[in-house]
């Protein structure tokens, strides 16, 4: 049983047209986490929720937001896609930092993003 | 921020051989952990290593922590097709988040 979703798994935009991603899981875990993945590279941490408090990274473009309204529901908004921004997306969940010393993250299976 | 390498970056070998791949960084981690992630899919957790010097053996995959908690190697034996993949190594430095390594793109030839 999938515990990571996210959707759509493909996902065209053009130029400049906000675009939202979408995460859920059935783990109830209180973190989420949101990735970067382009091609034949790591994923690149975008921003987390710790329940409902929100920590960016701080070379995380404003172009993308976040809202987690609920424990088992992130979102991710990029306002104005551009060309550098297709790549993978990746939602992830973990129990609690504070058990991080053993702690893992599941991911989704992401979504492809294409900016046309 | 705590970086990690990985070598090679890219491995294609032919069914049957071994292989090793190495995750290094001049940080020391708390845990480490490595990833399998396929084409069009998301990383999946292959296993995590805690203790310095801890060796893990995953079937034909065995994992090793370094002593100093700073590096860690992967052995595939007699790797398979189903093998291929990116594996990706990723250090907790105690804080709120992994450090993904660069990756290894492994392909495995029948």
């Known amino acids: 049983d999938a515990m990571v979703i996210q959707n759509p798994r493909y996902q065209v935009t053009q130029f400049g047209k906000p675009v939202t991603l979408s995460c859920s899981q059935t783990l109830n875990h209180n973190v989420m986490y949101w990735y970067q993945q382009k091609s034949s590279q790591a994923p690149k941490l975008l921003f987390h929720y710790y329940d409902k408090d929100f920590n960016n990274e701080a070379d995380t473009p404003d172009n993308f937001q976040s809202r987690r309204p609920n424990t088992s529901f992130c979102f991710l908004d990029i306002r104005s896609p551009g060309l550098g921004d297709a790549a993978m997306y990746l939602c992830?969940?973990?129990?609690?930092?504070?058990?991080?010393?053993?702690?893992?993250?599941?991911f989704g299976p992401g979504t492809r993003l294409t900016v046309l | 921020t705590q970086l990690l390498e990985q070598s090679p970056q890219f491995l294609s070998i032919q069914e049957g051989e071994n292989l090793t791949v190495y995750c290094n960084s001049s940080s020391v981690f708390s845990s480490l952990q490595w990833y399998r992630q396929e084409p069009g899919e998301g990383p999946v957790l292959l296993v995590t290593?805690?203790?310095?010097?801890e060796v893990k053996k995953l079937k034909r995959l065995t994992f090793q922590f370094g002593d100093a908690r700073k590096d860690s190697s992967l052995h595939i034996t007699a790797a398979q097709p189903g093998d291929t993949g990116l594996y990706l190594c990723?250090?907790?430095?105690?804080?709120?988040?992994?450090?993904f390594g660069t990756g290894t793109r492994l392909t495995v030839i029948p």
């Open positions: 992830a969940t973990s129990r609690d930092i504070r058990e991080l010393l053993t702690d893992t993250q599941y």
């Open positions: 990723a250090g907790a430095g105690g804080a709120n988040n992994l450090f």
């Open positions: 290593v805690v203790t310095g010097g």
